[in-house]
């Protein structure tokens, strides 16, 4: 079967209704989706990024956005789309990613949040040309999953420049009203570079104008110590920021916390049955010294960031966290994320403790002195206390995390 057949064919059983109530009922729960899933509608980048971490190869990935006056490009250089790809993104909530433990999507619903954008989105991939477009359709249809086969002949001038001329692998086209509105708003959201920190895969952004590359976010790494490996976030040739990082990356399931994950039929499967989970810090370092963040910079990330600031750690923490579809609240009342936290605390002190032993580069001279050790400990006994004794967040964790009143231990 050629690749346009399969189009077409999907499009033929997307489209098809017997029941006009059934097409209607299934449009409006799609319209509200799209529209819903976050307060903050640039946000949705985050969904196209994480979509890019998830299909990267193991070096050299980058994802670029290219504003031209209607539309924004969105590209990268992972694996192009599969059929078993192109099934998920015209279904709702079943994600082929969904029993992948190296992949951070699993809901089936992330990409979904262009359409609250635009009504017109295009995906170029492998031969696979084919759009969603809501005018299309002379009756009213969940035009979110029907893919429509697109010639390149008939795309704008400058996408169909970009589409037959690009070596990226996936080009998603995103047709928008005001693409310089968001254009300002993406700069908002990368001009820290945090957004690389804990991607998997992906370690630079590009953002273009008519074709000619605006700047560049990415990050390097060194040679890892036993208690960080050095980070350094750049734009363009200027570094914005240093941080400390440090991985967990074999994390037992404990037998218990098992078993009440195979009965929380709320957790999704590939957690439900995993035995090892991941996590990892993040301490900013400035002038050789570590910095403690304040509460507000201080967010919680699910490979990507959160709004969570609640828990005001002084550092950034990053782990497979269960969070609302907009990743703007942690479900708090899951087996898995009560466990998680725990695990943090259960983690955490031990790494305070190689990072004050340490004297090598960036903190030679500089080495961490005992007070700041002690004010980091404080701060998180006091977050985690603070939110294991609240009633709507059950921390789990092995010792009592109560803030001791000697500054020193």
């Not at 504003?67 to 192009?80: D, I, K, R, T, W």
Request: aromatic share 10%; hydrophobic share 40%; charged share 25%.
């Amino acid at each position: 079967m050629s690749k346009q057949a399969f189009i077409d064919n999907l499009y033929t059983k997307r489209a098809t209704y017997t029941d006009p109530d059934q097409a209607e009922m299934a449009a409006n729960m799609l319209e509200t989706l799209s529209s819903d899933i976050y307060t903050e509608s640039q946000r949705f980048v985050f969904e196209l990024i994480q979509n890019a971490d998830d299909a990267a190869h193991e070096t050299g990935n980058e994802v670029r956005f290219d504003f031209f006056e209607n539309y924004l490009l969105v590209s990268h250089n992972g694996s192009p789309f599969t059929v078993a790809d192109i099934e998920s993104i015209t279904g709702a909530g079943s994600s082929s990613k969904k029993n992948d433990p190296t992949k951070t999507g699993y809901k089936g619903i992330g990409f979904k949040s262009v359409f609250g954008k635009s009504d017109w989105v295009g995906i170029f991939s492998d031969g696979y040309h084919f759009r969603f477009e809501k005018d299309f359709h002379t009756t009213l249809l969940p035009w979110q999953v029907i893919p429509i086969w697109t010639e390149a002949s008939a795309l704008a001038s400058e996408v169909r420049r970009f589409v037959e001329t690009s070596d990226y692998h996936v080009t998603t086209a995103i047709q928008l009203p005001d693409a310089a509105a968001l254009e300002h708003e993406l700069e908002e959201l990368l001009h820290n570079g945090q957004i690389l920190l804990f991607l998997r895969q992906v370690n630079t952004i590009k953002v273009a104008r008519q074709g000619q590359v605006l700047y560049t976010i990415f990050k390097t790494v060194e040679s890892a110590t036993s208690a960080y490996q050095p980070t350094t976030l750049w734009k363009d040739r200027k570094a914005t920021s240093n941080w400390l990082v440090q991985r967990f990356d074999q994390l037992p399931v404990d037998a218990e916390t098992q078993k009440e994950l195979r009965a929380d039929k709320k957790t999704p499967a590939k957690l439900r049955n995993c035995s090892h989970t991941e996590l990892a810090f993040a301490a900013r370092v400035d002038s050789g010294r570590i910095r403690a963040l304040t509460a507000e910079e201080s967010l919680l990330f699910t490979y990507l960031p959160t709004k969570v600031a609640d828990f005001g750690f002084p550092f950034l923490v990053n782990g497979s966290f269960l969070t609302s579809a907009a990743r703007e609240g942690l479900h708090e009342d899951r087996v898995w994320n009560q466990w998680l936290l725990g695990l943090v605390a259960d983690n955490l002190f031990a790494w305070l403790a190689q990072l004050a032993s340490q004297d090598g580069p960036p903190l030679r001279g500089a080495a961490l002195a005992a007070d700041a050790i002690s004010t980091f400990r404080q701060r998180v006994k006091e977050s985690l206390y603070r939110k294991s004794q609240a009633g709507n967040c059950n921390v789990r964790l092995r010792s009592n995390p109560k803030p001791n009143t000697d500054p020193h231990k």
